[in-house]
């Protein structure tokens, strides 16, 4: 998609940026596979036909479409010249991007029920420390910081108007998550009491 958008091969911001993916998620997924195979399992079980609840159906399809978006706006943008993005600020892209996965990836460590689908399983602990300590969605967390470096990543700035929409879809996932963790996950209620903010530290 990347490269029949740009028209060319020829796009080393494009490059670099599937090297940090490739190299980041087989890094991840190797570790889960030795260490936790389950929370592997949970990770692979994704998109809007794994999710049981009607709402995330459409938001987390809402969120694909936004990531897609984004993708060809940044393209395009690399393409027809929209605008000028030096290389040092593709590289900070880079940085965010394999910085939100690291995130994502920690996330996983520390709670192998964090799953890519929103639901409760039986036996599932509430997880309190680590990141989970700074904020009630750290994963979500990960995806922002990852969503904000596409653009940058792929020589873009018009792509960062898509980065708008993608929060807000997840802000509406996260509304309707805790609806369902405060029915169904024992402690809940008395952790969002404890860890005020959901996504962004002092913000929300």
Do not use: C
């Not at 999710?51 to 995330?56: G, H, I, V």
């Amino acid at each position: 998609m990347l490269f029949l958008a740009a028209g060319t091969v020829n796009y080393w911001q494009a490059w670099l940026f599937l090297a940090v993916i490739v190299l980041m998620t087989s890094m991840f997924t190797g570790y889960l596979l030795r260490s936790h195979p389950a929370a592997l399992r949970r990770r692979m079980r994704s998109g809007p036909t794994a999710e049981t609840r009607k709402a995330q159906k459409v938001l987390i399809a809402g969120w694909y479409l936004t990531l897609a978006a984004m993708f060809l706006v940044s393209v395009f943008d690399h393409r027809l010249a929209w605008s000028s993005v030096p290389a040092a600020v593709s590289l900070i892209g880079d940085v965010l991007v394999a910085g939100g996965l690291v995130v994502v990836g920690l996330v996983v460590i520390q709670n192998s029920y964090a799953a890519a689908t929103v639901r409760v399983e039986a036996g599932q602990e509430l997880a309190s420390s680590g990141l989970y300590g700074l904020v009630r969605h750290p994963m979500y967390t990960g995806n922002v910081i990852t969503m904000a470096g596409i653009p940058l990543a792929l020589g873009s700035y018009w792509g960062l108007v898509l980065v708008v929409p993608g929060v807000f879809v997840l802000g509406l996932r996260i509304r309707d998550e805790e609806k369902m963790l405060h029915e169904e996950l024992d402690g809940y209620r008395e952790y969002t009491r404890k860890v005020r903010y959901r996504l962004v530290p002092g913000v929300w």
